[in-house]
């Protein structure tokens, strides 16, 4: 089965065809914002860092931005710096080369003020835009998809509907020879056995145990207790009791294939089909961490509602709660609360789900993007200097 | 999954179902489990989403869904009882569970 996307010189494939321009600091987040303003095609990163950070900390935030500079939905970038920031434009740019685009990168205070950087950006990327224009969409393997999941706003119709639905999709996908990331660390506690007794390898079991021991001991250190934000109160209002509950119902969405790898967050998966990604639960670093790692397309489940969408990529939204389906129609892509009344199948609802990903994949735009949701926020894990 | 039923059992190892609908204390939920319909009367009033319990669960013993222990009760939980955060503790994730 194939889909329609973009192949790129680096051999990779997007399903999108953006150009992007990223701020390397906060400092130059506005000049970037209104580089692409107003211009369809273009999009930018509203990057909050990239000074005054040092080691893992300072590493983590250029791997996120790199990644999305080289995410396969990026035609080409244009990096904008202020000039004296820790985290240079040229060092942004440098580290995004070997995916073979066009790349650019300018600094406010080599340009000389604001106004220039915008006229001079705006230049670059039209002339960008332009040659984006010309690559067309060309039939391609499901097997170079990247599909990221998340469950986010959950209640009880995520673990008995959206999460087994997007879990069958899953199998799908990778039964096809893609790829599924599986997210959200701290959302695995109680139901870390189940997912390491699939790991490929003893050792991968052990990453898989060991990740969640790091949370759980972190979340304990800080002296609060982990119910505190999880499950939030939106989950408790809506039925879910216990960080173990939720953690079931959430791990459904990564099917039930072998898991192949563990990454650290936003790096790129060395496998294909089921990799776990070590991030946050919070909902828009982990969908971050994700598109830095490779992910061109999110399936996102929730049973409260959510508007998530990302800069760079298509996040289609399902939920399994009839009334958020009808309430959030705007945001909603499907609704499979029939799976809840036996009207529809886990498989069928699974199937409905996967067909989405391939339409999605092959141009069709999800609600997030129809409303312009672009999302960003990099999981910061060390002080500012 | 049963169709039409007003609340769901997923796993035969669960000492709990969850209710689908609102329901009213003191009525009674047929329900599938493993092909056995049961028949259990609610002693509390059960939100849309929520659990109860289909059995007697003693104090400081395992709430089970989907199959596996999701918390502990902190109190004795009564069959047809709602079971949520004000009678079960998460077991993880707690200073004093370390």
Redesign the interface.
């Known amino acids: 089965m194939e889909f329609q996307g973009y192949r790129r010189a680096n051999g990779k494939v997007g399903v999108r065809n953006h150009v992007l321009v990223i701020p390397s600091v906060v400092c130059s987040q506005g000049a970037a914002e209104a580089i692409t303003r107003n211009v369809k095609g273009a999009v930018y990163l509203p990057n909050v860092f990239g000074c005054a950070q040092v080691g893992a900390d300072r590493e983590q935030t250029k791997r996120t931005l790199v990644g999305f500079g080289t995410n396969p939905n990026i035609f080409s970038v244009l990096v904008v710096g202020n000039g004296c920031e820790n985290l240079p434009a040229k060092e942004v740019a440098e580290a995004i080369a070997p995916s073979k685009k066009r790349l650019e990168y300018i600094e406010i205070q080599e340009v000389g003020g604001t106004k220039k950087t915008i006229a001079k950006g705006r230049k670059i990327v039209k002339e960008m835009l332009a040659e984006a224009a010309a690559l067309p969409r060309e039939p391609i393997p499901l097997s170079e998809l990247i599909l990221a999941t998340e469950c986010g706003g959950s209640?009880?119709?995520s673990?008995?509907a959206s999460n087994p639905a997007l879990g069958a999709a899953s199998d799908l996908l990778v039964q096809a020879g893609g790829t599924v990331i599986l997210s959200e660390t701290t959302e695995l506690?109680?139901?870390e056995h189940?997912l390491a007794r699939r790991a490929k390898s003893p050792e991968i079991g052990r990453q898989v145990l060991d990740l969640i021991a790091w949370w759980?001991k972190e979340?304990?250190a800080t002296?609060?207790?982990?119910?505190g934000a999880?499950p939030a109160p939106g989950n408790?209002a809506?039925?879910i009791?216990?960080?173990?509950?939720k953690s079931?119902?959430c791990i459904y969405k990564g099917g039930t294939t072998t898991l192949e790898e563990v990454v650290k967050y936003a790096f790129p998966a060395t496998k294909k089909g089921l990799i776990l990604m070590d991030t946050p639960g919070h909902d828009i670093d982990q969908l971050t961490g994700m598109m830095a790692g490779g992910a061109q397309i999110a399936v996102f489940t929730t049973g409260r509602g959510t508007p998530t969408g990302s800069p760079i990529a298509p996040v289609i939204k399902i939920s399994g709660n009839a009334e958020t389906c009808r309430k959030m129609k705007d945001n909603i892509d499907l609704c499979v609360s029939q799976?809840?009344?036996?009207?529809e199948t886990v498989k069928e609802a699974g199937k409905r789900v996967f067909d989405e990903v391939v339409a999605v994949a092959s141009g069709k735009l999800s609600k997030a993007e129809k409303l312009g949701q672009r999302d960003f926020c990099i999981f910061k894990i060390g002080l500012n200097f | 999954?049963?169709?039409?039923?007003k609340a769901?059992v997923?796993n035969e190892k669960d000492n709990v179902a969850?209710a689908?609908m609102p329901m009213k204390a003191g009525s009674a939920v047929s329900l599938v489990v493993q092909g056995r319909t049961e028949k259990v009367k609610l002693l509390s009033p059960i939100?849309?989403?929520?659990?109860f319990a289909l059995r007697d669960i003693e104090q400081g013993t395992d709430?089970v869904?989907?199959g596996?222990?999701?918390?502990k009760t902190t109190a004795r939980i009564a069959r047809g009882e709602h079971?949520?955060?004000h009678n079960?503790?998460?077991?993880?994730?707690?200073?004093e569970a370390?």
Request: hydrophobic content about 40%; overall charge positive.
């Open positions: 209640d009880y119709t673990g008995l506690i109680g139901a189940l759980e979340a304990i002296g609060q207790d982990i119910r999880n408790i809506g039925g009791t216990t960080i173990e509950e079931l119902g799976v809840l009344q036996g009207k | 999954m049963a169709a039409k039923s769901i997923i969850t689908i939100p849309m989403g929520h659990k709430v869904k989907y596996e222990p999701i918390g079971v949520h955060v079960v503790i998460s077991h993880r994730g707690r200073k370390a």
